[in-house]
């Protein structure tokens, strides 16, 4: 979560939830994250299910796929990245980014062989959990 819009959020789902935050510090988090969700994307090492983030109280289309395409690639003086979005009110960028900091987060994390059972599929083609 960003810690700064949304303190007092985190501040009450923490006490029931256990939460990340996110440091942007100074920008160098969100070019690591913009970095890495280009890269994941760019490379099809992310996939999400068709219509995913749709929301159904829209007649048209506004899922995460259109938001991931219609995000901008934004570079500071500084040479640090950004994802960011047109500001007309139409595009945003919520879901790309909580993606990307899912992402961040999950690849920060050591490999821990207890974390994930990989089995093979089932003869209907689904998964054990």
Not at 31 to 55: D, K, N, S, T, V
Not at 96 to 113: D, E, H, I, R, V
Request: charge should be negative.
């Amino acid at each position: 979560l960003d810690e700064w819009q949304l303190l007092g959020v985190i501040q009450a789902w923490e006490r029931r939830l256990k939460i990340h935050r996110f440091e942007f510090a100074a920008g160098l988090g969100n070019h690591e994250l913009a970095m890495m969700l280009h890269h994941l994307i760019r490379q099809h090492q992310l996939a999400w299910p068709a219509g995913c983030g749709q929301r159904p109280d829209l007649p048209h289309r506004d899922d995460l796929e259109t938001e991931l395409s219609a995000l901008l690639f934004r570079q500071s003086p500084s040479g640090r990245c950004r994802i960011d979005h047109r500001n007309d009110g139409d595009f945003h960028d919520d879901r790309s980014f909580a993606l990307g900091a899912a992402c961040w987060l999950a690849l920060k994390q050591p490999a821990n062989k207890e974390w994930l059972s990989i089995t093979p599929p089932k003869s209907d083609g689904s998964f054990a959990w």
